[in-house]
C-alpha cells in the first residue's frame, strides 16, 4: 500500500477562512472530510469525536475561536463579548479533554494582552496566528518525539501499540505512532501489531487505517492475544501513548495498557511511552492520585452493533488505567528521552526547555 | 435473582424419544430449547454451536446415534448399515471436537459387542443407556470438579475467569464453574468477574448468563480490564478451564488465557484450572507440542454485527494459547488436586482410577 497523504484538520483561508476535518466517525470504512464554517460546527465534531485526541481537540477549538469570532469584528465591545461566549461555548464541547481548556486559556491571553489598544480585526487576525502557531507546535512536538524514540526500534523489528497515539489524535505524526513514522522515514521495517482496544476499539477502528495509509506491515489482534504474540517472540518493543504522568513517572493511559506493560515486564520486552511534555502533571506525586473515570457499562454490553450480553448484568468500565514507573523502559518527549525513568530525571528533562 | 435450574441437553423419553437442547445461538437474548428429533437435527445442532463445549457435544452425539437408528431396528443387516452412516455423519459435524470422537467410539464399541447375538432393538436400547451413562458419567464428573476445587474459594472472595467452561458447556456444573457453584452450595458469597473473551464473546454471552441463572454476582469486563481489577485488588483467585494439558501441566486453553495467568502471577494471585482427567493428554510432553488453531481474521474484523477494522488488515486470531505449568497453582480434576503442577504428581492423580 503506498503512502496516500492525509490531514487530520487544516484550516483553509485567511481570517474569514474554515476548518476542515477528517470526519473520525466515519473510519475505517469511509474517509470523508468535514467543512467546518461555523463555531457550532467545531462544537459538534468535537462533541461527536469527529475529531478526537487531546492535541487535535486543542487545535480544532482554537480554530473554533476563530470562527466564532467572524461576525463580530466591526465593534470592540461586541467582539469581546463575543470572544467571551465563545470561549465559554467551546468549554462544554468536552468538559474532560485538558488541552481544551489549555488551547482555550492561550486564545484568551492573547487577546486579553490587545485590549484596549487594537481593534477586533486586529484581535481576530492575532487570533488566527494563536491557533496556527498552536498547529505548528504540534507537528514540530510529534516530529521531535519522534526523533527522539526512534533509536530504540530497529529494523525488522515487531512492535505492538494499543490504542490510537498517532496522526489522528494529533495534527500530523502522533505521539507513539510518531516514533514507528520516524524510524520507517530512516528505512527501517517494522511489523506493527495492533491491539483492538476494547470497549471503543480505537486500536482496530483508527490505528490500523493510518498504519496502513503509512505504509507499514500491520496486523490487527485482540487484546487478549497480545501475550501469545509477545510469547512467540514476534515483539522486540510496545510503545504506547499517556494520557497523564505522575511527577514519578508513573503513566494513565488507555485502559489496557498496564496489563501490556505486565506482559512485556513478564516477557523481557522494552515497554516505552512516547507522549508530549504537556502530559506531565507534576503536582502530581504518583499514580495513585490519578483518578479512573468509569464510563457507562453499554460501551461493553451494547458497543458493536448489537447487545453481547445478557440484560442486567453487573459491568466495570474504567477508561484508563495507571502504569507504574518501574514497567516503564523509557519515557520519549519532545525534549528528550527519560530513561531509567525517576522524578529527578523528569524534572530535569522537562526543565531543560525547549 | 434466583436460581431457575435449566439443562443444557436432555432426552425426553425411551428409545423412540428425543433430545431437547437450549439453542446457545440465541444466548444471551433469548432462552430457546430446540427439539431435536432426528440425527440431522442433532448434526445441525452440533455444527451451528447451538450446542458447544466439548462435553456437551458428546453426550448430544451420542443421543444422536440413537436418533440415526430409530427407523432401522427391524432389520439387523440395515442395522448395521444405518449405524456405521450415523456415526460417520456425526462425525462430520464439527472434525476438531475430541470428545465428539470419543463419544461416538464409545458407542461403536458397545454395539460391535453385541452384534451377531442380539437383535438391531436390543443393541438400539443398549445405546441409549450408554449415552446415558456418558450422560450420568459427565454430571458426575462436573460435581467431583466442583468438590474438588470448591476448597481454594472462601467467602466474600473476588473470582476472575475466562471463556465459558460451565454449564453450557458440559451436562450441568461445568469445570471451572463448577468450582464456583459448588463454593455457592457451600454458603460462600463470591464476586465473579468474567472476561468478556473476544474474539467470540463467549463469556459475555454464556458465562455471564449462566452465572446471573445460578444466583451469583456477576460483573463483566473487557478481557485488556484484568490487570486493572487485579491491581484493585478484587480478585482472591483466576479460574478457567482447559481444552488439552499436556503431560507435564501445560495448559492449553481459550486465546487469552495465558495472559491473564501471567497477570495473576503479577499480582500474586494463584491461577487454577479445572479440567476433567480426559482432559489429559499423557503422549504430549509440553505445551510447545500442542498445534495452535489459527481461525479467520473476520472473527475479530467482523465478528459483532458490523466491520470493525479497514478492508484488507492483516489479521493474527489463534484460537488458543499454552499456559506453562509453573504458572498454574493447581490442576483440579473429577479425580483428585494436583498442586504443585508437575508430570509426577499428574500421573498418580490419573492413574489412581475412580
Redo the contacts between chains.
Keep these: 500500500?503506498t503512502h496516500v497523504p492525509y490531514e487530520t484538520l487544516r484550516w483553509v483561508g485567511g481570517v474569514d477562512g474554515h476548518l476542515v476535518l477528517l470526519d473520525q466517525t466515519l473510519l475505517?470504512?469511509q474517509e470523508q472530510e468535514l467543512e467546518c464554517t461555523s463555531v457550532d460546527d467545531v462544537w459538534g465534531a468535537i462533541r461527536r469525536l469527529s475529531v478526537r485526541g487531546a492535541p487535535a481537540i486543542g487545535i480544532a477549538a482554537a480554530y473554533g475561536v476563530v470562527l466564532g469570532l467572524q461576525q463580530a469584528t466591526h465593534d470592540v465591545g461586541r467582539f469581546q463579548q463575543a470572544l467571551k461566549s465563545t470561549l465559554e461555548y467551546l468549554a462544554t464541547s468536552r468538559p474532560t479533554a485538558v488541552n481544551l481548556f489549555w488551547a482555550l486559556d492561550r486564545l484568551r491571553d492573547r487577546a486579553a494582552a490587545m485590549v484596549g489598544n487594537h481593534s477586533g480585526s486586529e484581535i481576530h487576525a492575532a487570533l488566527l496566528e494563536e491557533a496556527r502557531a498552536i498547529h505548528a507546535e504540534d507537528r514540530a512536538m510529534c516530529r521531535a518525539i519522534g526523533q527522539n524514540g526512534a533509536e530504540f526500534l530497529q529494523d525488522g523489528m515487531g512492535v505492538l501499540t494499543h490504542c490510537n497515539a498517532g496522526s489522528l489524535a494529533t495534527s500530523e505524526y502522533g505521539t507513539a505512532l510518531a516514533v514507528i513514522y520516524t524510524a520507517q522515514d530512516q528505512g527501517k521495517q517494522l511489523d506493527v501489531?495492533v491491539?483492538?482496544?476494547?470497549?471503543l476499539?480505537q486500536g482496530?477502528?483508527l490505528t490500523?487505517?493510518e498504519l496502513?495509509r503509512h505504509g507499514i506491515?500491520?496486523?490487527?489482534?485482540?487484546?487478549?492475544?497480545?501475550?501469545?504474540?509477545m510469547?512467540e517472540g514476534r515483539i522486540g518493543a510496545v510503545i504506547t501513548g499517556a494520557d497523564r504522568i505522575a511527577a514519578n513517572g508513573d503513566v494513565a493511559n488507555k485502559?489496557?495498557t498496564?496489563?501490556v506493560a505486565?506482559?512485556a515486564?513478564?516477557h523481557g520486552i522494552p515497554f516505552y511511552v512516547a507522549a508530549p511534555s504537556s502530559t506531565f502533571d507534576l503536582r502530581i506525586a504518583t499514580g495513585d492520585a490519578i483518578p479512573?473515570e468509569q464510563r457507562p457499562?453499554e460501551e461493553?454490553?451494547h458497543g458493536?452493533?448489537?447487545?453481547?450480553?445478557?440484560?442486567?448484568?453487573?459491568?466495570?468500565?474504567?477508561a484508563f488505567?495507571v502504569t507504574p514507573a518501574e514497567l516503564i523502559a523509557a519515557l520519549i518527549t519532545e525534549r528528550g528521552v527519560i530513561t531509567p525513568v525517576s522524578e529527578n530525571r523528569i524534572r530535569r528533562t522537562l526543565g531543560a526547555g525547549d
Design positions: 500500500m475505517p470504512l501489531f491491539d483492538e482496544t476494547r470497549p476499539l482496530a477502528r490500523t487505517w496502513m506491515a500491520t496486523t490487527l489482534i485482540c487484546d487478549s492475544m497480545a501475550a501469545q504474540v510469547r485502559i489496557g498496564y496489563g505486565q506482559l515486564r513478564a479512573i457499562g461493553i454490553t458493536l452493533g448489537r447487545q453481547t450480553a445478557p440484560d442486567g448484568v453487573g459491568v466495570y468500565n474504567p488505567d
